[in-house]
Structures are given as structure tokens and as C-alpha cells.
């Protein structure tokens, strides 16, 4: 009998020492969240020092359940080995079959282009504002130029020129994102980002630094390109990936230059301004630069479900679009 109360009296003790440390734990997360809450809620309290942060909390968890802080965006030596599944995904995107293996490429690459991990400061102490430069016909006659120019970092995106355009937008280009068939001569002061659709742009990145013998891809290419080479970045084929699988929702068959220069954007920067993306006041969609008409919602992207996107980061605060009328 004595026994048996004994074993009741620790029995209690047990679920009472249970039952007040799951309320120790949910009043802990009940003085957190409203701390978080607080912290994002008033300026140089967040995730950042900027007014706004990308990576500030939100009440929806529409954003969170896209962002992937861990996913590898910019690639070196370390994070060059690609998961099956990856590997799978992006070659399926090229035309061409491999006749050199990828890692080998790897190391042509990075013996002579940086192999550094790029942008791994955030923190609370750090603001770093990025403009996301389109090629909209909506620059013309915005006077954006220099707005534009303010900020820490200016993405421009393929062929975009500045010159002759200054007054709209701007003449500060910090990194430019391209490939082969859009390549652009850069100032010394620009990073050449290459986004990598296939293995062939890579081993054209190494040719236009060397031997210069890769001319043609699926179309006639430059076989060289004036840019700094210790400046060259690669976005990682598994960012590719990423943003179509988790951003895009598998839309289209891979998402557009100007959609993952945006999340690329969202990954490096603490405030994304995004200029020059839509179409005109008219409704007409076309380059700023010349009179060629674009469709963002034909072709292999999902430009559709691309525009929706946008449209919900800027509802959810997390980008600040200028239309220019």
C-alpha cells in the first residue's frame, strides 16, 4: 500500500512537472512573437537597419514558405556539387548534350574567377538598399536616374544600356546579370553575374576570358566580353531551381531573367526598389532602349503567375516597384 502511493505521489510530481514546463514554454513563445512583432514594427528595431527589412517578420506566411535563406545563390568551389535532383533539372533545360564533365568546368572557373562566399554579413547593423534595373519602356520619361543611383547596389539585367539614358535610368550599375546570347561589355567597377541556363554558358564565360573559341551557342555569340574578371560571380543552378520550384510554382518551364534577378535581389539586399518592370501607362510592353514589343506572358516563362508574384511582394511590403507614370 505504501508502495503504491509512493509511485502515485511521483506520478503527479511528473505531470505537474510537465504540465508547467509546456506552460513555461508557451508563455515564452507568447512574450517572443509580440517582441518580434515589435522589433519589425518600428524603424531600426528589425532584421536589418533599414525603415523596412526584406527578411522582417510578416503576419502570412505566404513569404516564409518561399524564402530559403539557406539555399546556396551565388556559386564557388565549396557549394559546387549539385544533388541529383538538381543536376537532373538543369540539364533537362539545354539543348546541347555534355561532352565535358560539369566539374570539370568547376575548376576551369574558379582558377580564374573569385571562389568567395559573396553577401554573408546580414544583420541588424547593416542596410543594404538594391534598385532591380528592367528594360521596360516605362524608364522613358520617369526621371528616375538619379533615385536609381542612391542606392548601394544597381542590378541591371542583359543588354539595358545606360548611356544616352542617364536622365531615367541612372548611369550607376553595380552588378549586371547575363548570359552568352546577351552579353555586354562592362566597366571595370561591374560584377558580370552569369546566369547559367545550360553548361555551354559556363564554358563560354571561361572561353570569353581565354581562348575566346566558343562563338556560337544556339545562336551566334560574342567571343568575348570586356569586364573585370575579378569581378565575375555565377548564380548557382540550384537557385535556378529554387526560384522555379518555390517561387514560380513550376509555371512556364523555367522562370525569366528579370524574375530571378528579383529574388536574387530579395537574397542579397536588406530593401529591393524594382524599376523598369511592366508595361507602359499605354499598356504596351517593350524595351526602353528600342521599339521591339515584349510579351511577358508567352514563351517558356510563366509570366503570368511571374507578374502575380510581384504583385504580392509589393502587397506584402517586402518591394517598393516604381511603374514611371
Known amino acids: 500500500m505504501v508502495l503504491f502511493v509512493k509511485r502515485r505521489t511521483l506520478c503527479i510530481r511528473a505531470l505537474f512537472t510537465i504540465g508547467i514546463f509546456f506552460l513555461c514554454v508557451l508563455f515564452q513563445n507568447a512574450l517572443i512573437h509580440p517582441f ?17 527589412c526584406v527578411t522582417d517578420l510578416n503576419d502570412t506566411d505566404w513569404f516564409f514558405t518561399r524564402f530559403n535563406p539557406t539555399v546556396p545563390f551565388l556559386l564557388n568551389r565549396r557549394n559546387s556539387a549539385l544533388r541529383p535532383d538538381v543536376y537532373r533539372w538543369w540539364k533537362g533545360l539545354q539543348r546541347e548534350t555534355f561532352n565535358v564533365s560539369y566539374t570539370e568546368v568547376v575548376d576551369q572557373m574558379f582558377s580564374l574567377f573569385p571562389d568567395e562566399e559573396h553577401y554573408s554579413d546580414a544583420g541588424p547593423d547593416r542596410c543594404r538598399t538594391c534598385a532591380v534595373v528592367g528594360n521596360s519602356g516605362n524608364l522613358l520619361r520617369s526621371n528616375y536616374g538619379p533615385l536609381i543611383d542612391l ?39 561591374t560584377h558580370l553575374v552569369l546566369l547559367p541556363f545550360k553548361i555551354k554558358d559556363m564554358r563560354w564565360l571561361v572561353s570569353a576570358f581565354t581562348a575566346r573559341q566558343i ?5 551566334r555569340v560574342r567571343s568575348t566580353v570586356n569586364a573585370n574578371k575579378d569581378k565575375v560571380m555565377i548564380i548557382h543552378p540550384e537557385f535556378i531551381k529554387y526560384v522555379y ?5 513550376k509555371h512556364g518551364k523555367y522562370p525569366s531573367t528579370g524574375f530571378i534577378t528579383l529574388i536574387f535581389a530579395l537574397h542579397v539586399c536588406d530593401q529591393v526598389d524594382v524599376f523598369g518592370f511592366g508595361a507602359t501607362d499605354a499598356g504596351i510592353w517593350h524595351h526602353y532602349f528600342d521599339r521591339s514589343l515584349t510579351y511577358f506572358n508567352r514563351g517558356s516563362h510563366g509570366g ?6 510581384i504583385n504580392e511582394l509589393l502587397l506584402l511590403n517586402k518591394i517598393s516597384i516604381h511603374k514611371g507614370w
Open 36 to 52: 518580434l512583432k515589435t522589433s519589425v514594427d518600428f524603424p531600426g528595431g528589425g532584421l536589418c537597419a533599414c525603415d523596412k
Open 151 to 189: 542606392h548601394d547596389v544597381v542590378i541591371r539585367i542583359n543588354r539595358g544600356p545606360t548611356k544616352g539614358y542617364e536622365k531615367d535610368v541612372g548611369s550607376k550599375t553595380t552588378h549586371r546579370i547575363l548570359y552568352p546570347e546577351s552579353a555586354v561589355d562592362l566597366e571595370n567597377s
Open 215 to 219: 562563338t556560337r551557342t544556339y545562336i
Open 245 to 249: 520550384e518555390s517561387w514560380l510554382q
Open 304 to 309: 503570368d503567375f511571374e507578374n502575380k508574384t
